[in-house]
């Protein structure tokens, strides 16, 4: 006796092509969002320009961080700095392209930027200062983005893939943060020491 599975394991796939293209032309104003679409459109666009804000505002900390960073180890530090901040702002073209693609518009205003954005824009007075608002703010965008991606789920798996990729990156932000921080934490003590 064959059961159900079974039967649905060994049905080959076949889609009506006709009917698809049919549905193509009928509804082609809507680009790339199909009725196989299950999200919620607008609270996707809204926590998109979430993530639009918060990487702008990580793109002009980190840029600061760059430029200000001083002592014996603001080169290497700064070149990190710089690394991430074109990073974000990769992300933050992500975020812009996505909110297109699903019929919506990237919020560049900068009114209202802080207040849109997870993060936080703290200048940090030294060089430990910065790391160490640089690994907060690291930590908020891997919890948040974690946050989004478990509601996106298989409702929008195209914009639960990008933020998963900004969230693999920003995880790899968030360990150099850490590393910084433990070398510049261990170099400040065995300064006090001398």
């Keep these: 006796m064959i059961t159900k599975s079974e039967k649905e394991e060994h049905r080959p ?10 549905r193509a032309i009928e509804h082609m104003e809507m680009g790339a969002v199909t ?3 299950s999200a919620d459109r607008e609270t996707v666009i809204r926590i998109l320009n979430e ?20 002592g014996i180890h603001a080169q290497a530090v ?20 996505r909110i297109t693609q ?13 207040t849109r954005s997870h993060s936080q824009y703290v200048e940090g007075k030294s060089l430990l200062d910065m790391v ?34 900004i969230l693999a990156k920003e995880e790899e932000h968030a360990d150099d943060m850490k590393k910084l921080l433990d ?3 261990r170099d400040e003590r065995f300064a006090e020491h001398r």
């Design 13 to 22: 796939f076949v889609t009506d092509i006709q009917e698809l293209r049919r």
């Design 35 to 37: 009725g196989a679409y």
């Design 51 to 70: 993530v639009l804000a918060t990487e702008i505002v990580c793109v002009l900390r980190y840029k600061r961080h760059y430029y200000m960073a001083t």
């Design 78 to 97: 700064a070149q990190e700095f710089l690394e991430h901040a074109n990073e974000e702002q990769s992300h933050a073209d992500i975020a812009a392209e």
């Design 102 to 114: 699903l019929g919506g518009e990237p919020n560049f205003n900068p009114e209202g930027l802080a």
């Design 132 to 165: 160490r608002e640089d690994l907060v703010a690291e930590r908020i965008a891997v919890e948040s983005y974690n946050e989004i991606i478990r509601y996106l789920g298989n409702d929008d798996p195209t914009t639960r893939i990008a933020m998963e990729q």
């Design 183 to 185: 070398t510049l934490t």
